[in-house]
């Protein structure tokens, strides 16, 4: 909700739209977060990783939100913001984050958006009109700097994120974006590249037998 009360603001025609896919625009909304109010985009500029959590006072998700404050710096030195979101109140998000200060001694220190109405989440596409509870809301989105949905991915409510892996996904997509290149399997940050496939014969005939395979070392920033 936005601090008006009133539902969060989302594009026209709200919950009947498709769930979002990989190239679409992020759906917009203004919400209540543990930081103040929040507009997605005017995030925009930088990339962000949205990602959701079924309930506050969950062990899984405790553990992800320290060790996503663990590699805060880490995503803050690419440019990546940090947004956490569950349908759980701004009063009952407060608590958990105090609750997760005072037992681990980890201070919070990215906003957490307040979803009360599950409009987010549904808009998002993270739960259906007939879903009956939240169990579901365990998505990321590496959105980029215009806005646009990059990656999604999904776990369920009993496996714990790996907040490296979602760090080399987002330093993957800006190296995919700065050197017009494919990383390969496994590949970290530093790592050889793969170049994008040849698109006439002559170039082809020019790169020899392994035309279709073709590494590169990775520019250096």
């Known amino acids: 909700m936005n601090m008006t009360g009133l539902p969060p603001a989302l594009p026209a025609g709200g919950n009947d739209m498709c769930p979002p896919k990989l190239g ?28 959701s959590h079924p309930a506050d006072f969950t062990p899984v998700c405790t553990s992800e939100f320290i060790a996503f404050a663990r590699h ?8 990546c913001e940090l947004v956490g979101l569950s349908i759980d109140s701004l009063p009952s998000h407060l608590a958990w984050l105090e609750a997760i200060r005072s037992c681990f001694g980890i201070n919070i220190p990215f906003p957490v958006i307040e979803d009360p109405s599950m409009v987010i989440a549904r808009a998002y596409g993270m739960l259906d009109e007939n879903a009956e509870s939240s169990a579901t809301i365990r998505g ?82």
């Open 24 to 51: 679409d625009i992020a759906p917009d909304f203004t919400a209540r977060t543990t930081q103040g109010s929040l507009t997605f985009s005017d995030l925009r500029g930088s990339w962000v990783l949205l990602f």
């Open 140 to 221: 990321v989105y590496v959105v980029d700097t215009d806005g646009v949905i990059r990656a999604i991915n999904w776990y369920p409510a009993s496996i714990g994120r790996s907040i490296e892996e979602l760090l080399r996904v987002v330093k993957a997509l800006q190296t995919v974006d700065r050197d017009g290149v494919m990383t390969p399997e496994g590949w970290q940050p530093g790592g050889d590249v793969v170049l994008t496939g040849p698109v006439t014969q002559d170039e082809v005939t020019s790169a020899g037998p392994a035309w279709f395979f073709q590494y590169k070392q990775a520019k250096k920033k």
């Open 72 to 79: 805060a710096d880490a995503f803050a030195e690419i440019g």
